[in-house]
């Protein structure tokens, strides 16, 4: 419950509110040993994070959550968080979150969710284009100012 109030409170923008009841959620789960529940936890820590901007909780949240989903190989854990990942580094290193992209669609193929797969596509089919376009806007003007 306190997990979902932190969605919530994620959702309706109130991130403060939202930070405390999932770090709430995280006691209440170490508590009762429930390590998935704590990871599920830690991603959306890690996603409010990102949406604030916050990278280094933003890492620490998603390195958590990711080891324990790898320790009861919960590929779908693995996977959100790996997406996470991308969007966190997306703006500063395209091409590792590009990466993370490919590996979480690897990994929403393995367990056959498929929309998920294709969105993991194309979140990183859209930063090499991104780059690409980058690229070849940099050549023309390197050429513009040779000629």
Do not use: C, W
């Amino acid at each position: 419950m306190l997990a979902g109030l932190g969605d919530l409170e994620t959702t309706l923008g109130r991130d403060d509110q939202a930070r405390a009841a999932y770090g709430e959620a995280i006691a209440f789960f170490k508590q009762i040993n429930d390590r998935l529940g704590e990871a599920n936890v830690l991603r959306g820590l890690g996603d409010l994070e990102t949406k604030l901007d916050r990278d280094d909780p933003a890492r620490a949240a998603y390195d958590k959550a990711i080891g324990l989903f790898k320790q009861f190989d919960y590929r779908r854990g693995q996977a959100d968080v790996l997406r996470g990942l991308g969007d966190l580094v997306s703006l500063k290193n395209p091409q590792q979150a590009a990466r993370h992209f490919d590996a979480a669609a690897l990994l929403y193929d393995m367990i056959g969710m498929t929309e998920a797969h294709d969105a993991a596509l194309r979140e990183a089919d859209q930063l090499f284009a991104n780059e690409k376009r980058r690229g070849d806007q940099a050549s023309t003007a390197a050429e513009t100012r040779g000629a």
